[in-house]
């Protein structure tokens, strides 16, 4: 289930935010860490490894293939909700 933090971010009752930056990024939030995803006007992005890292200071932490899977659809579901107005503030 989501909230929405603002017009343009949702959190997650699983404890993710995503939220967008500007029209080519779009942030990813669990457990303190944040990885940009850039995307492109469409917000679409172009393959799995735009999930490769965390920002700074967690730039050096390792992704495994499951956490990426993971973070993959939990990025896709923050979208989708992205665009349900129904969403309450």
Same mark, same amino acid.
């Given at each position: 289930?989501? &909230?929405?933090?603002?017009?343009? *971010?949702?959190?997650?009752?699983? *404890?993710?935010?995503?939220? $967008? $930056?500007?029209?080519? #990024?779009?942030?990813?939030?669990? *457990? !303190?860490? &944040?990885?940009?995803?850039? $995307?492109? !006007?469409?917000? =679409?992005?172009?393959?799995?490894? $735009? ?8 730039? =050096? ?7 990426? &899977?993971?973070?993959? =659809?939990?990025?896709?579901? !923050? ?6 107005? #129904?969403?309450? #503030?």
């Amino acid at each position: 289930m989501f &909230t929405r933090l603002n017009k343009q *971010g949702v959190r997650s009752t699983d *404890g993710f935010e995503v939220q $967008v $930056v500007d029209r080519f #990024t779009i942030a990813y939030r669990s *457990g !303190g860490k &944040t990885m940009s995803v850039y $995307v492109d !006007g469409d917000r =679409h992005f172009s393959s799995d490894s $735009v999930f490769a890292k965390w920002d700074p200071p967690f730039a =050096h932490l390792q992704i495994s293939d499951q956490e990426r &899977t993971q973070i993959r =659809h939990n990025f896709n579901a !923050g979208l989708k909700a992205l665009e349900d107005d #129904t969403l309450a #503030t």
